[in-house]
């Protein structure tokens, strides 16, 4: 049967409960009504005011659709975690799920996420503790199951969209980067949880520096008194821009952050190369730009050291030639 058809066939059953009810109470208490009848109209009232409410019971997707509450489908779900246990299943525990929801939840949507709360606080009150176990993982696996089928779906729309990359940003479109690539994508792909991390670490570390400031920090990046694009996209607390010396560079080699290079550069060659190295060393360490205003210097001295005080004349073909020359 269509959804929808079966929607209505269910919502005019309701109303003809209601108004059957409705119709005995009028006629069976109101027209005969003594003290000794109050409290069965009472209880018949609350009855009535729940099948009521039955009527409007909604529940809110993930999505934010509005739907239909389906007590039905929350009993599958709960009898699925009865049979992976292979332990008989009890109905009193959607019973107590659409007991206390329609208790607390009048006119109002409910979330899928309340709902599956209320089902975890169901089986511990009945003591199927096993099974709200398997139920609590069950629904974590399916979090991050969506969690990452939304950042695949982050990732296609990112690549193929013509927005640059910026624009495609979700937390803080970063003038500076325009261009898309693979290296901004992978920064992108994890901000939103990153940020989470990096800001709680940042208000602890100021709760402990200027414990006065620190609760003012979020709301200042809220409020855009901070520059948000000083924010890392890394869970890790880094700076932003750095200006460093190449004196150690000169003296010791870039061994002691890579812990591999055996010695200081002696050549042009392996100054260039250890340079290069310590550049993308320092850069993946910082959020912003490496500037090395020695190298010029540096660089100097490994060519005169190669190719002697006139190494201008050995450039281009000139050079070339008297070199080979020579």
């Keep these: ?87 008989e299943y009890d109905p009193a525990i959607v019973e107590s799920v659409d007991k206390s929801i329609s208790l607390t939840y009048t006119n109002v949507p409910v979330s899928v996420e309340t709902i599956q709360d209320y089902v975890e606080r169901a089986l511990m009150q009945f003591g199927y503790y096993d099974i709200a176990k398997t139920f609590i993982l069950y629904r974590e696996q399916r979090k991050s199951t969506r969690f990452v089928k939304e950042r695949i779906d982050y990732m296609n729309q990112y690549s193929q969209s013509t927005d640059n990359a910026a624009s495609s940003s979700e937390t803080d479109g970063n003038a500076n980067v325009t261009m898309k690539n693979v290296a901004n994508l992978e920064g992108e792909v994890y901000k939103t949880t990153n940020r989470i991390i990096q800001r709680q670490r940042m208000k602890d570390e100021l709760n402990i520096l200027f414990p006065k400031v620190a609760k003012q920090y979020e709301t200042d990046l809220d409020n855009h008194i901070i520059y948000t694009h000083d924010e890392a996209s890394t869970p890790s607390l880094k700076q932003y821009c750095m200006a460093v010396s190449l004196y150690p560079l000169l003296t010791e080699g870039v061994g002691n952050i890579d812990g591999v290079t055996p010695s200081e550069p002696n050549d042009l060659q392996s100054f260039s190369g250890q340079i290069t190295n310590l550049i993308f060393l320092l850069s993946s360490q910082c959020k912003g730009a490496v500037a090395v205003g020695e190298y010029f210097i540096a660089l100097n001295y490994y060519v005169v050291k190669e190719f002697g005080d006139k190494w201008y004349e050995k450039l281009g073909l000139r050079g070339f030639l008297t070199t080979l020359l020579n």
């Design 1 to 87: 049967m269509d959804n929808n058809v079966a929607r209505t066939e269910k919502d005019r059953s309701r109303s003809l409960l209601v108004s059957v009810c409705q119709h005995v109470f009028i006629e069976v208490f109101v027209q005969n009504l003594n003290v000794a009848d109050m409290p069965i109209l009472i209880n018949s009232m609350k009855l009535l005011k729940n099948i009521e409410r039955l009527n409007n019971y909604e529940s809110a997707k993930r999505t934010g659709q509005i739907v239909d509450f389906d007590l039905e489908k929350i009993g599958n779900a709960i009898k699925k975690a009865f049979d992976s246990k292979q332990v």
